[in-house]
């Protein structure tokens, strides 16, 4: 759900993190993520690369990304995530 802060706060599923955190601004420009638990290196990565762009154009690009066998992974949990805020 999205509070007034531009606040979202997502459990995510079939994947090792165990939340993950946006808040965006009034125009929907991601200002932060934060996932707990999982591949730190590669959250990090994903928080950086995201940070400062459109929540749309990051659901756009990280919508569909598997990890492994799996049929989902992080960036697509994100990209699920900023579908359901918007």
């Known amino acids: 759900m999205l509070d007034s802060m531009k606040t979202l706060t997502y459990i995510p599923h079939g994947v090792c993190a165990r939340k993950i955190t946006v808040t ?3 125009n929907q420009i991601i200002e932060d993520v934060q ?3 999982g591949c ?3 959250h990090t990565g994903i928080e950086r690369l995201a940070k400062g762009h459109s929540a749309q154009e990051v659901a ?3 919508e569909g990304v598997t ?3 799996r049929p989902t992974s992080c960036p697509d949990q994100l990209a699920r995530a900023l579908r359901e805020a918007l």
Do not use: P, Q, S, T
């Open 24 to 26: 965006m601004d009034d």
């Open 35 to 37: 996932f707990e638990g």
């Open 40 to 42: 730190d290196g590669n």
């Open 60 to 62: 756009r690009l990280l």
């Open 67 to 69: 990890c492994g066998g």
